[in-house]
């Protein structure tokens, strides 16, 4: 079965220090997607990051960065000088297809509190 | 418009009320989907619309009736619901590709029930 965890529950950092979140997924599949979402107390999830299972090069944006290694089976995201307003719960998710539709596979989500 | 709205925010209601929530969205999606989220902890698919026909139902209790009036609107009827189905159900959308494209997430509608 198709399966995404994220073993970090929670994360307290001082702002301006960089947090890896890490992600580690099992697939039957060759051709898979994970994403990453982000999650404010307000309550919207909101799209980060999607990557394909041919594509493992890193990713950069701004103060994000994502690392994807296949052979592990891990897709980690790192904040870099993090700041107040990253403090959120973050979801890794694995796209699994269902009949004629797909749906997301979460993880158990990784809560990020970024102190001043 | 890269918005997927949800109405109401907030909603109580009592173990014999019925209600709906409703969740729109213009950004030409094909499939729309409704998520069941209780306090931490992530969100769980309960209902997959593609085309406007229900294509996934994760073998969600009668008491929660979905609807695709068209292919902007999603619906979630409520009745007789139970206290332990308080939670936050959030909406999405999507592109009903190949698992390639990302979700939509609405801001969720906080259910409260007594």
């Known amino acids: 079965a198709q399966k995404v965890t994220q073993a970090q529950t929670e994360i307290s950092v001082v702002e301006k220090e960089d947090v890896t979140l890490d992600c580690v997924y099992e697939t039957r599949d060759t051709t898979y997607y994970l994403f990453w979402y982000k999650q404010p107390p307000s309550g919207e999830l909101v799209f980060l990051i999607r990557?394909?299972?041919?594509?493992?090069q890193n990713e950069i944006s701004g103060r994000y960065s994502w690392n994807f290694q296949k052979s592990t089976s891990s897709f980690n995201f790192t904040i870099t000088a993090s700041q107040v307003v990253d403090s959120a719960v973050y979801f890794c998710?694995?796209?699994?297809?269902?009949?004629?539709?797909?749906?997301?596979?979460f993880g158990s989500g990784t809560r990020l509190l970024v102190r001043p | 418009d890269t918005e997927v709205t949800q109405t109401p925010k907030h909603l109580v209601m009592g173990m014999t009320n019925k209600k709906s929530l409703k969740c729109e969205q213009h950004?030409?999606?094909?499939?729309m989907y409704w998520y069941k989220q209780k306090a931490k902890k992530p969100p769980e698919l309960m209902f997959v619309?593609?085309?406007?026909?229900?294509?996934i139902n994760e073998s969600v209790p009668s008491r929660f009736s979905p609807e695709c009036p068209n292919s902007s609107l999603l619906n979630l009827h409520l009745h007789a619901l139970q206290p332990e189905d308080s939670a936050l159900y959030l909406c999405?959308?999507?592109?009903?590709?190949?698992?390639?494209?990302?979700?939509?997430f609405g801001p969720g509608t906080r259910l409260t029930v007594l």
């Open positions: 950004m030409g999606h094909r499939a």
């Open positions: 990557r394909n299972s041919f594509d493992e």
């Open positions: 998710a694995l796209s699994e297809a269902q009949d004629s539709s797909y749906k997301l596979i």
């Open positions: 999405a959308s999507s592109h009903p590709g190949q698992g390639a494209d990302e979700q939509f």
């Open positions: 619309y593609s085309y406007e026909k229900l294509s």
